[in-house]
């Protein structure tokens, strides 16, 4: 398996080994030994599977406390996957990484805990599958706003079909310190 570390530490792109041939393919979505070894030692509790439409954005969220770390993965279709690091204190507060995730490059996308995690459907339709550090808890959650000027992501779509929450979402500047992470070096 090979493992990149993007400039956001803690954010790893993992190409895991596919076995294929004519018939179709295998590969080892997780196992907890090898992606220990390979930098990753975490513990999920969830797993969810979404399914979106060309155009829809999904995020920026985060939650604190009770945060979540995710390994994210497409299934089918195409993404443009994005993860903020919202730390104060960090040296990478407000700095983004974007990954081309495809249901044919089989990558994955660890978000560590502490991270504003986003995509946008670049397909059809794309089957989106993520495990999850922390159970969902709805009252910790924060939306942080797709188009924020500070940290400027530069979206493969620029009209996004964005849901209520997401299209009421806060830029950074506007998020109350409370509500964000503390970098813990």
Not at 31 to 46: C, H, I, P, S, T
Request: charged share 20%; aromatic share 12%; proline share 6%.
């Amino acid at each position: 398996m090979k493992v990149t570390q993007t400039k956001l530490n803690g954010a790893l792109v993992f190409e895991p080994k596919v076995f294929g041939d004519e018939r179709g393919f295998f590969m080892e979505t997780w196992n907890q030994q090898r992606y220990k070894e390979a930098g990753l030692d975490v513990n999920f509790v969830q797993s969810n599977l979404s399914k979106s439409a060309k155009g829809v954005l999904r995020g920026l969220h985060f939650q604190n406390p009770n945060p979540q770390g995710k390994l994210v993965q497409i299934l089918t279709g195409e993404v443009f996957d994005v993860a903020v690091d919202i730390r104060q204190g960090s040296p990478t507060f407000g700095q983004w990484h974007g990954e081309i995730l495809t249901g044919d490059n089989h990558k994955q996308f660890y978000i560590p805990e502490g991270f504003a995690h986003g995509f946008c459907v670049l397909s059809d339709t794309a089957i989106f599958s993520y495990m999850c550090t922390n159970l969902y808890s709805p009252k910790d959650e924060t939306s942080l706003i797709w188009c924020d000027p500070f940290i400027g992501i530069d979206w493969p779509i620029k009209t996004p079909n964005l849901s209520e929450k997401d299209e009421n979402a806060l830029t950074l500047e506007d998020i109350p310190n409370s509500k964000l992470p503390l970098y813990k070096p």
